[in-house]
């Protein structure tokens, strides 16, 4: 999902959830679809930035003279 429709999807939930009167049509609950809505937009923005975080954040980058090593490989 591109960011602009993330921010879409987060103005219209906030807009279903804050800013519509309580009357529900057919029991249909708009403020917990505008939370849904609204939920949706922020997972969108923030998933991609988890996605890109280091999978393992002791592991360093060997220098660029070294051979890199196995775990658990000795050093002589």
């Known amino acids: 999902m591109s960011y602009g429709v993330c921010l879409t999807l987060i103005v219209i939930g906030a807009v279903l959830r804050f800013a ?12 917990v679809v505008g939370v849904i809505v609204l939920l949706a937009g922020v997972l969108g923005v923030i998933l991609p930035f988890l996605a890109r975080l280091p999978q393992n954040r002791r592991q ?4 660029p003279n070294q051979p890199p090593t196995r775990p658990g490989a000795r050093r002589s």
């Open 60 to 63: 360093r980058p060997a220098a």
């Open 20 to 31: 519509l009167a309580a009357g529900s049509p057919h029991g249909l609950n708009v403020h």
